[in-house]
């Protein structure tokens, strides 16, 4: 059973970090990318990041650039989202999801992990 699991998420002030991870089990880890995306309420869902498989291609969308790290520890089956110089606007429920490639057609997805920016 394939299975996605996010944490790390919580209550962080503007400015703050946090880091977020995705264990990821029953498919070849090593074989897929993983995006991390989120939502707000009322708002569509925006991709955030994504770093390919074997040659560590890695995206992140405008709003985070500069601000958000991603990275893969295929030994874990684990990947991290670290992200800083959190704003109000960063929060939303942060999900993960694998994929052959960084593009669209994910297919699974993670349950999700609440990000609250406020002071």
């Known amino acids: 059973e394939v299975q996605l699991v996010e944490s790390g998420g919580g209550l962080v002030q503007p400015g703050g970090s946090l880091r977020l991870s995705c264990v990821a089990s029953?498919?070849?880890?090593?074989?897929?990318?993983i995006g991390w995306f989120r939502q707000a309420p009322g708002e569509e869902r925006e991709g955030v990041s994504c770093?390919?498989?074997?040659?560590?291609?890695?995206y992140y969308g405008d709003s985070v650039k500069g601000r958000f790290t991603i990275s893969r520890d295929n030994a874990k089956n684990t990947v991290y989202l670290q992200m800083s110089s959190l704003k109000p606007e960063d929060a939303a429920v942060y999900y993960c999801?694998?994929?052959?490639?960084?593009?669209?057609?994910?297919?699974?997805w993670g349950q999700g992990t609440q990000v609250t920016v406020s002071s």
């Open positions: 770093i390919s498989a074997n040659n560590g291609k890695i």
């Open positions: 999801a694998s994929a052959g490639l960084c593009a669209p057609g994910y297919d699974d």
């Open positions: 029953g498919f070849t880890f090593d074989d897929h990318a």
